[in-house]
């Protein structure tokens, strides 16, 4: 398995799957942040496959069988474990990089080598709702208001604000009434159209 150099701090998931894909290697990884205190690397897969793997000193606790990604554990050769997630529903690609996303804010600060697993594992839960939509997908107005959220979080939220707080304040999975609560107590609605809408 090939490694490459450390990327960029900032880096997003995707540019780090993007990175990989160039490369030669029949399967790939990198870590994902210089400054990230727990060992999670980007995967890329020969196939074409993205993921996410972590690196766990215990065993983590058992995923259900999902339709949108696949989820492995495995005991390294040092007596650690990895749990590896991997995309199977390539549609599903900007919900999927928003879930690693959310992984990796959610692991940044306070949780140790002990516990990555288990909180990877609730994030999983967390999003499970979205990954496991039927094969056709969300309908076509559900996923034009998806894109619109996540647009404003990968283009005005992120780059103003830190990652845990900005995915904290996304709050449109969550079916609540504003899509996102900022942490000064502003609440957004992101509203977005077809292309063929009355101006």
Known sequence: MATTARPHPLMMIEQLWAQLARGTADCAQIRVDASHP???YADYQASGQVGLVAVCSVKPPGVSPMRAI????????????????????PELMTVFAALCNDILSCTRVGVDEDHVGTVVVQRIAHWRALLEREPRGLGEEALRGL????LVL??????????????????????????????????LEVKTVGSNADQ
């Not at 696949?70 to 529903?89: I, K, P, Y």
């Not at 990968?154 to 996102?180: C, H, I, K, N, Y």
Request: without cysteine; hydrophobic residues 45%.
């Open 38 to 40: 727990r060992d999670i």
């Open 70 to 89: 696949s989820v492995e554990v495995a005991r390294r050769t040092d007596g650690r474990w990895t749990l590896r997630l991997l995309l199977t529903v």
């Open 147 to 150: 894109i619109g959220e996540l």
């Open 154 to 187: 990968r283009s005005w939220l992120l780059p103003e604000m830190d990652g845990t707080d900005a995915v904290a304040a996304w709050r449109g999975p969550l079916g609540a009434p504003q899509d996102f609560v900022l942490p000064d107590g502003t609440r």
